[in-house]
């Protein structure tokens, strides 16, 4: 046989198997289809089994694809449903059932009493908070509501509550139980141990930028490190901002001198902020930075910086 035409039939036989391989992708793809319609007729048990088998299928005729992402629904927090029924709740009565506060109860939580409060002892709510929230088996939830009266008592009620699937419907199951508070929690000693001096280029430092951030005076850039954006509070909450004391983590803070660009430190800081209803005394923690001889406020990290952080 000529050289030639042996040349071009090898050539040729990459595309033909090609071509092959093609054709019976293309026919597995036909029976999977014709598989699922005759499931659909067939019934719901028939359609179940072909799209269980689908995805093998179709990883078997392709095995370079990447297998399908499943993502499973998170499971939604049901406090502020809590928080509502039971502040519809203590405020109805079973003698007025329909009462607009009676009803919500009602709609929230199917099947569970209203309360009898005795005629005019009614206690008044100041607030009804959801303070913490427990997923039990499945779908259960018990959230711990704080209550707190116009005579300034507070109490806790656990509500249950039951969420679907989904975690965007809720149904209040029984009836809610006082129980006791929250316990506190074990805080860890804060890093804070180096006093910087209150005459410090630091300590004035933050003193200029607070002043600026909480009273309006000077503007708030001129303090921040490159980068960082913060913009000042509005409206001017306070006429005066005094820094009562300033404790680092790290010694550099507590130097005499400025130390070299690029240092980082992390502060916190105790002021008492001034206004016509009185004082107030204020926290917040700080991270600066060392440039070109001074301080600069490189984080508010007991608030919101926006655009920037430490650098």
Do not use: N
Not at 3 to 32: D, H, N, Q
Not at 60 to 72: D, F, I, K, L, S
Not at 121 to 144: E, I, P
Not at 170 to 175: L, S
């Amino acid at each position: 046989m000529p050289v030639g035409k042996i040349a071009s039939r090898c050539e040729a036989a990459p595309v033909i198997a090609a071509g092959v391989e093609l054709e019976k992708m293309r026919r597995r793809v036909r029976l999977s289809r014709l598989a699922l319609f005759t499931a659909i007729a067939a019934g719901p048990v028939a359609l179940a089994v072909a799209v269980a088998s689908g995805p093998a299928t179709a990883e078997a005729a392709a095995p370079g694809r990447p297998a399908p992402v499943r993502t499973a629904a998170v499971a939604a927090d049901p406090a502020g449903y809590a928080q509502v029924f039971l502040d519809a709740w203590l405020r109805s009565s079973a003698e007025e059932a329909g009462s607009a506060q009676a009803r919500r109860a009602q709609l929230l939580a199917p099947g569970v009493a209203l309360p009898e409060p005795a005629a005019g002892t009614r206690s008044k709510l100041r607030s009804v908070t959801a303070v913490r929230s427990v997923q039990g088996d499945g779908d259960a939830w018990s959230v711990t509501v704080a209550v707190q009266y116009a005579d300034s008592t507070v109490r806790y009620f656990a509500v249950p509550v039951a969420a679907d699937r989904a975690g965007v419907s809720f149904t209040v199951t029984g009836a809610p139980g006082v129980v006791a508070g929250p316990a506190r929690a074990t805080v860890p000693k804060a890093p804070f141990t180096v006093s910087v001096p209150s005459d410090s280029a630091l300590a004035s430092a933050v003193g200029e930028f607070l002043g600026a951030y909480l009273t309006g005076t000077g503007e708030v850039d001129r303090y921040l490190a490159p980068g960082v954006e913060l913009a000042p509070v509005s409206p001017v909450p306070y006429t005066t901002v005094t820094v009562q004391e300033v404790s680092a983590v790290e010694e550099a803070a507590a130097a005499s001198q400025v130390p070299a660009d690029g240092t980082k430190v992390r502060v916190r800081v105790q002021a008492e902020a001034r206004d016509d209803a009185g004082h107030w005394p204020l926290a917040y923690e700080l991270a600066l930075t060392a440039r070109f001889g001074r301080w600069d406020i490189a984080a508010l990290q007991s608030g919101t910086v926006q655009g920037g952080g430490a650098r």
